[in-house]
């Protein structure tokens, strides 16, 4: 069974400088051993708690995560998912 987690990673960019991004990792839950990270998905750390509380409820197979978070970086953008100011 895997368990999905936020990751909080402090980047820098050559062209915006130093900023704080949420990337998504996912780990064996008997072990907490990561298997698979994508590093800076989100700049919301609301955005990656949802897509993080989808993949959990939903059971999502590790395999299946980098086409996640590609439709994800589309849909959260969406109305139905507003942000928080």
Known sequence: ????????????????????AYGIAVCLKSTN???????????EKERAKKLVELCNKNNLEPIHLKEVVEDAVGWMNLPIFPKKS
Do not use: A, R, T
């Open 1 to 20: 069974m895997y368990i999905y987690k936020v990751v909080k990673e402090n980047l820098q960019n050559c062209e915006f400088g130093s900023y704080v």
């Open 33 to 43: 051993i990561i298997l698979i990270s994508i590093s800076d998905v989100f700049l």
